[in-house]
């Protein structure tokens, strides 16, 4: 178990140089392959390629090691790329399955140790302490985020209130009853809220104890951060996370807040060009691609997350070796082609939540009209102002397209609608609807 040596949960583990950190992923890369080779799975690649532990001289070898994909885990569905007998598993995972059929991920007891060590290294780090009352507002069950960060709070030592997804009443009542310091909390929800505390009544800064939140599991923007830091009076950090790699835990903004460290002694982290697979450049986007380096159950070899961010240059001045990554940008399939534009859903939430007329909700609509695609954006705006007469509204409306149109380059339509009466969920948002 581990000591908390100051402002680090594990300063063995997150504080070396990247010498000694190379060295050490060469030796869990090596022992990767082998626990992979005990699968059905890696054992025919790995035989096709011709690789073995002993492939691996130095961490750029990596690169001779073919890639994994979503479909991969979608076709081993379920046990082929299990690596130990089924009795040595304690737990499994699916993921959401927010892009398709689900995939299973199976943890061993040492597997699951190692996960509630990285969160609570996470937590630790942003000044989460066993003084703190931490309650837990994302979905418990199949979903990551629940069980993930449970364990990883009560390995902290915090108090740890499982208060699930939903139902936001009693999450309100809990807050106040125990004196809630910490959330863990999906960012739309974070939203969702406020309207219910302002309908109570309640003001989180004076009535409230609420000091630090995670907000994690979709896409968000720096303008959503802004928004909920200034309603909660709090710290809100970033975490992100992928069921295949676990759940939360994988990489997590320190208190510096410029970036996620991404846990480099329990993963290899590569971004390449989705096209010719090959790196890009530091500073240069492109698909994070992520290799296991502690599992047992199922390790999984340069893993194509999907998803979208880049490297942040030079180090950080926590200390910490681990490199950063930047927000998510989102992921490779949400690109909406319009026009023959690309455009990210997160463009649109970025010039949105950046108004402050704009309320907290807003979905894409894509749809067809003649034959030609169009964007359509349905934006919640403050009671308040949907009040103000019509012409106040139109030019509210004009203003939105015009500050999209610049974003996105295409103009979108846009419709004003009141708040709250747009779709909501309790689990992650479902901000793009194809009707094409
Ligand atoms: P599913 O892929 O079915 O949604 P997961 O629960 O494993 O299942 O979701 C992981 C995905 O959620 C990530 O690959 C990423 O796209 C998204 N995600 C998680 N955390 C963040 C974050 N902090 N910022 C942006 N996207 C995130
Ligand atoms: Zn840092």
């Known amino acids: 178990m581990s000591k908390p040596d100051g402002i680090y949960w594990d300063k063995r583990s997150e504080v070396m140089s990247r010498d000694e950190l190379e060295a050490l992923q060469v030796r869990r890369l090596k022992e990767t392959i082998g626990q992979a080779t005990k699968s059905e799975f890696y054992s025919k690649l790995f035989q096709e390629h011709g690789i073995n532990p002993d492939s691996i001289n130095d961490i750029s070898d990596i690169r001779k090691l073919p890639f994994t994909t979503k479909d991969d885990l979608r076709k081993e569905f379920p046990y082929g790329m299990l690596c130990v007998p089924k009795e040595e598993t304690v737990r499994l995972h699916t993921s959401s399955g927010t892009t398709g059929q689900a995939t299973v991920i199976f943890h061993t007891r040492k597997d699951l140790d190692q996960w509630a060590e990285l969160i609570a290294r996470c937590m630790y780090m942003v000044g989460v302490r066993k003084e703190d009352v931490f309650q837990n507002m994302t979905g418990y069950g199949l979903f990551t985020g629940g069980l993930g960060f449970h364990y990883g709070a009560e390995k902290l030592g915090a108090l740890t209130i499982p208060a699930g997804a939903g139902n936001s009443k009693r999450q309100i009542q809990l807050m106040q009853q125990f004196g809630t310091t910490v959330l863990h909390i999906?960012?739309?929800?974070?939203?969702?809220?406020?309207?219910?505390?302002s309908d109570q009544g309640i003001d989180p800064r004076k009535d409230l104890d609420l000091r630090i939140?995670?907000?994690?599991?979709?896409?968000?923007?720096?303008?959503?951060?802004?928004?909920?830091?200034?309603?909660?009076?709090?710290d809100a950090f970033n975490s992100y996370g992928l069921s295949?790699?676990?759940?939360?835990?994988?990489?997590?903004?320190?208190?510096?807040?410029?970036?996620?460290?991404?846990?480099?002694?329990?993963?290899?982290?590569?971004?390449?060009?989705?096209?010719?697979?090959?790196?890009?450049?530091?500073?240069?986007?492109?698909?994070?691609?992520?290799?296991?380096?502690?599992?047992?159950?199922?390790?999984?070899?340069?893993?194509?997350?999907?998803?979208?961010?880049?490297?942040?240059?030079?180090?950080?001045?926590?200390?910490?070796?681990?490199?950063?990554?930047?927000?998510?940008?989102?992921?490779?399939?949400?690109?909406?082609?319009?026009k023959g534009v690309n455009i990210f859903p997160m463009q649109v939430e970025q010039v949105l939540m950046g108004m402050p007329e704009v309320g907290n909700n807003y979905v894409?609509?894509?749809?067809?009209?003649?034959?030609?695609?169009?964007?359509?954006?349905q934006v919640?705006?403050?009671?308040?102002?949907?009040?103000?007469?019509?012409?106040?509204?139109?030019?509210?409306?004009?203003?939105?397209?015009?500050?999209?149109?610049?974003?996105?380059?295409?103009?979108?339509?846009?419709?004003?609608v009141e708040s709250r009466s747009l779709p909501q969920s309790d689990g992650k948002a479902v901000r793009l609807i194809d009707r094409r």
Not at 188 to 196: D, E, F, H, P
Not at 213 to 234: D, K, S
Request: aromatic letters at 8%; glycine letters at 6%; hydrophobic letters at 40%.
């Open 380 to 416: 919640e705006v403050h009671e308040s102002i949907f009040q103000e007469d019509m012409r106040y509204l139109n030019r509210l409306r004009e203003k939105i397209v015009r500050e999209l149109k610049s974003e996105i380059l295409v103009t979108p339509r846009v419709d004003l």
């Open 213 to 234: 939140a995670f907000l994690g599991a979709e896409p968000y923007t720096e303008e959503i951060r802004q928004r909920v830091e200034n309603y909660y009076g709090i």
């Open 244 to 338: 295949e790699m676990n759940g939360p835990g994988v990489a997590f903004e320190c208190p510096e807040k410029k970036g996620l460290h991404i846990w480099e002694d329990c993963y290899v982290v590569e971004i390449v060009n989705p096209d010719t697979l090959e790196p890009v450049e530091i500073g240069e986007v492109g698909e994070l691609v992520m290799t296991t380096l502690t599992r047992e159950a199922m390790p999984l070899i340069r893993y194509r997350t999907k998803d979208l961010t880049r490297f942040l240059p030079g180090e950080c001045s926590c200390g910490r070796v681990h490199r950063r990554i930047d927000w998510i940008q989102g992921r490779s399939d949400d690109m909406i082609i319009i």
């Open 186 to 197: 999906i960012p739309s929800y974070a939203l969702r809220l406020m309207n219910i505390l």
């Open 364 to 377: 894409i609509i894509l749809e067809k009209e003649n034959e030609i695609d169009q964007i359509r954006v």
